[in-house]
């Protein structure tokens, strides 16, 4: 895409979901790592979401993590987010945590359990398992009680709601895992019906796998539901996409580009996925959402007519060079030009840390129990 006015256009309308858990305390499997000023509440997520937007523009959607984020009435949660100039987004459920799920939640071979896992997913509506040891469960018997509960969650979905199903490598079991790559939730997906689709989480893949070709195969097959964006140097380690490897984010957006991911109708939720262990939440987040809008803005940069010259005409070399030219553009100025027709600041990082919010927070939120993760 030539047009530097169509490129703009499409920078601007971009729409980035952040997660509520990527505000709160977090940090490894030996220990969460608490901050000054993180959350103590799911409203308090909801106003750090809302400084994230603030300064970005592009920001308007949080999801939620349930139990997490329960509250009393959630109406008045989300009459809160729309007087902050946000939306809830993706609800996630949690089947995972408690200890009735040791041995799996849906896949549980005590029916009680898996009666208590789906019914947390049915009132996820209404607002990943695995083995351990060889020989521990039935593998064909989990997908069939994974099935199973999968169809009745279907069934209670609206009109205007979808079933997103996520996979894990390996987590948490370590033998098998029942949800363990995206061939086996589109498998799933694609027998419960059109309102059931893939997320595609960029950290959680085995190392050298081509994540793109999933993504272009899936839009192809109309299965793509939402990205998971973060980035990993083991399978199972998440932080801000883009920060190990750049070019493969850019790979992934210009799939997303060049097959239509980008359109309204299309319906692609560009959700993040991460926790920040170490660093302070709200510019992390910050610095998640504009590496996502770098990569986007070189892949709307592309000469798709020179690529697909090149490509017909078999010029590896060729083919390569379109997509480096684009990749090794400086899109800072560009997307700078973009925020200031938006009345942002030029620099959403910088403008944030110069608004003090972080220092008001640390003051403003002494006190209580913060949110972490699990919380």
């Known amino acids: 895409m030539s047009d530097v006015s169509a490129v703009k256009a499409a920078l601007k309308s971009q729409v980035i979901e952040t997660p509520s858990w990527g505000y709160g305390n977090s940090g490894t499997r ?48 989300t009459r809160y987010a729309d007087g902050l100039g946000l939306r809830i987004g993706a609800i996630n459920s949690n089947v995972f945590q408690d200890d009735d799920f040791k041995l799996g939640s849906v896949t549980h071979p005590d029916p009680k359990i898996r009666r208590k ?5 049915l009132e996820c509506v209404d607002i990943m398992d695995g083995t351990n040891y060889p020989g521990q469960d039935d593998i064909v018997g989990r997908q069939n009680r994974l099935a199973e509960a999968l169809a009745e969650v279907y069934a209670r979905l609206g009109d205007d709601q979808r079933m997103l199903l996520e996979y894990k490598l390996f987590e948490p079991a370590f033998y098998t895992t029942d949800v363990p790559d995206w061939g086996t939730s589109y498998a799933h997906c694609l027998k ?4 059931a689709q893939v997320v595609v989480d960029t950290g959680h893949h085995a190392p050298g796998t081509n994540i793109e070709f999933i993504v272009a195969f899936l839009l192809r097959e109309g299965k793509l539901g939402a990205f998971d964006f973060n980035s990993a140097s083991t399978p199972t ?5 883009g920060a190990a490897d ?37 510019p992390a987040v910050i610095r998640s959402v504009t590496n996502v809008q770098e990569a986007t803005a070189k892949a709307l940069l592309i000469d798709a007519e020179a690529l697909a010259a090149a490509q017909r005409s078999g010029d590896v070399l060729a083919s390569n060079g379109v997509l480096m030219d684009a990749f090794n553009t400086d899109v800072r100025p560009l997307l700078a030009e973009v925020r200031e027709e938006l009345g942002l600041a030029r620099d959403p990082f910088a403008a944030y840390l110069a608004s003090g919010n972080q220092e008001r927070i640390a003051v403003d939120r002494v006190g209580g129990q913060q949110a972490g993760w699990g919380a």
């Not at 380690?237 to 996409?241: F, N, R, Y």
């Open 192 to 195: 419960l019906g059109p309102k």
């Open 237 to 241: 380690t998440t932080s801000w996409p």
């Open 117 to 121: 896992a789906t019914d947390h997913l």
């Open 246 to 282: 750049p070019f493969q984010l850019f790979r992934i957006m210009h799939e997303v580009v060049k097959n239509g991911g980008l359109r309204p109708e299309t319906d692609v939720n560009f959700m993040l996925d991460q926790c920040h262990n170490i660093e302070a939440k709200i």
């Open 30 to 77: 030996f220990k969460v790592f608490a901050q000054p000023g993180v959350p103590r509440d799911p409203f308090e997520k909801l106003a750090d979401a809302a400084q994230v937007h603030t300064y970005t523009g592009v920001a308007p959607k949080v999801s939620l993590h349930i139990p997490w984020d329960r509250v009393e009435d959630y109406a008045a949660l």
